[in-house]
């Protein structure tokens, strides 16, 4: 089984680039069994498809714009992470929200797709998350790490280098 962990958002617009950077988190703390991969989406939208493409699971990290207070993790499973995608208005949301539609038209969408999220508090111009988002980063990674052992996926915790 081939499972995407795809981190997507704006680093540029503070707690907007938290799927970047779980992502980050992901690849320095953890070493994961053959046939995943942990990608920086980024912004890059409608390009993502020839990326996703191959993977039986898709698992997204971003904010998400709940109306709960910031933190607040979500996940949506299935046909939930179109309708979510289908409301929202960032460019990179409407990107993903094609390249999910695309995904599917093509026969090409992951058998599963689960979106995990949190309630980000600063969309202001800043590559710094938010004191209360930065203080939720764990909680977010443990509920990826929980969905990927839902799905069987092993993993280690690496211990990290010295500074």
């Given at each position: 089984?081939?499972?995407?962990?795809?981190g997507?958002?704006?680093?540029?617009?503070?707690?907007?680039?938290?799927?970047?950077?779980?992502?980050?988190?992901?690849?320095?703390?953890?070493?994961?069994?053959?046939?995943?991969?942990?990608?920086?989406?980024?912004?890059?939208?409608?390009?993502?498809?020839?990326?996703?493409?191959?993977?039986?699971?898709?698992?997204?990290?971003?904010?998400?714009?709940?109306?709960?207070?910031?933190?607040?993790?979500?996940?949506?499973?299935?046909?939930?992470?179109?309708?979510?995608?289908?409301?929202?208005?960032?460019?990179?949301?409407?990107?993903?929200q094609?390249?999910?539609?695309?995904?599917?038209?093509?026969?090409?969408?992951?058998?599963?797709i689960?979106?995990?999220?949190i309630?980000p508090?600063?969309?202001?111009?800043?590559?710094?998350?938010?004191?209360?988002?930065?203080?939720?980063?764990?909680?977010?990674?443990?509920?990826?790490?929980?969905?990927?052992?839902?799905?069987?996926i092993?993993?280690?915790?690496?211990?990290?280098?010295?500074?």
């Amino acid at each position: 089984m081939k499972v995407l962990v795809l981190g997507i958002g704006n680093i540029l617009l503070s707690d907007e680039g938290i799927g970047v950077r779980a992502v980050e988190e992901l690849r320095k703390n953890y070493s994961f069994s053959d046939g995943v991969e942990i990608m920086d989406g980024g912004t890059l939208g409608i390009d993502l498809l020839y990326f996703m493409e191959g993977f039986q699971k898709l698992l997204v990290i971003d904010a998400v714009l709940g109306g709960d207070s910031p933190g607040t993790l979500y996940k949506f499973k299935g046909d939930e992470v179109k309708a979510y995608f289908r409301k929202k208005v960032s460019a990179h949301e409407l990107g993903f929200q094609e390249v999910l539609a695309l995904a599917d038209l093509l026969g090409k969408k992951p058998e599963e797709i689960v979106l995990i999220g949190i309630e980000p508090e600063s969309l202001d111009i800043s590559v710094e998350l938010s004191y209360s988002i930065k203080r939720r980063m764990q909680d977010l990674i443990d509920k990826v790490l929980e969905q990927l052992r839902e799905w069987g996926i092993n993993y280690e915790r690496v211990k990290p280098a010295r500074t």
